[in-house]
């Protein structure tokens, strides 16, 4: 099985800070790897899928980079909406999540 | 629209089985399948498996295997995970999302979660 590893877990910020999330996989994903937004009670909202794809309709402030075992998701100024759990997922093999990164307002 | 409507909260004693529904609307049922996930209270996205509607093949997360059983009905454009052998550890939220028929991969179709509680 492919584990996956966000790091931090938790991260406070303001509005309008630039923001980055890191995603390690335990072997080579190559680009199959998937970036959600989780909010209380909501199912996972696709933000970023083959690493780097940003998904239909998701405010252009959000990228994803990387490739192989290294992946982060940057946020270049946080809004008020952001304010979530974020979730990075591999589907080279199966599928596998992160634990999590909860964006908190500072 | 693409939607996933799932069954309703279920409270089940340890030991039972549940059955959580998921109907599908808006597109061709045969040509994508079923991811089942799952997420424990403040915890975070597990994966269960995954069924195609088109061939019916199916493949469960080692940690479900022998105690999940994922189906389709394409009568009814329904899928259905079913969850044997229930203790409090089962107690979570349970989301279907929808996947290729041929292969897992990102989606953003999704059921709006059936909460699953078990307790005596």
């Known amino acids: 099985d492919i584990r996956v590893t966000q790091s931090p877990s938790t991260l406070s910020a303001f509005v309008g800070d630039r923001v980055t999330i890191t995603c390690r996989a335990s072997?080579?994903?190559?680009?199959?790897l998937a970036w959600y937004q989780q909010k209380p009670g909501k199912a996972p909202k696709l933000l970023i899928y083959?690493?780097?794809n940003l998904e239909s309709g998701v405010p252009s402030r959000f990228s994803g980079s990387g490739s192989g075992t290294e992946f982060t998701l940057t946020i270049s100024s946080l809004q008020p909406d952001d304010f979530a759990t974020y979730y990075c997922?591999?589907?080279?093999?199966?599928?596998?999540f992160g634990q999590g990164t909860k964006v908190e307002i500072k | 629209q693409v939607q996933l409507v799932q069954s309703g909260a279920e409270v089940k004693q340890p030991g039972a089985s549940v059955k959580v529904s998921c109907k599908a609307s808006g597109y061709t049922f045969s040509n994508f399948g079923f991811i089942w996930v799952r997420q424990a209270p403040g915890q975070g996205l597990e994966w269960m498996g995954w069924?195609?509607?088109?061939?019916?093949?199916?493949s469960y997360a080692q940690k479900f295997q022998g105690r999940v059983t994922m189906t389709t009905d394409t009568s009814t454009t329904t899928g259905y995970m079913e969850l044997r052998s229930l203790t409090s550890d089962d107690t979570a939220i349970y989301f279907c999302?929808?996947?290729?028929?041929?292969?897992?991969?990102?989606?953003?179709?999704w059921g709006q979660g059936t909460t699953v509680t078990v307790s005596s």
């Open positions: 999302a929808r996947s290729e028929a041929y292969q897992l991969l990102a989606t953003d179709v």
């Open positions: 072997q080579s994903v190559t680009t199959w």
């Open positions: 997922q591999q589907y080279h093999s199966y599928w596998s």
């Open positions: 083959k690493a780097s």
């Open positions: 069924i195609s509607a088109y061939n019916g093949y199916s």
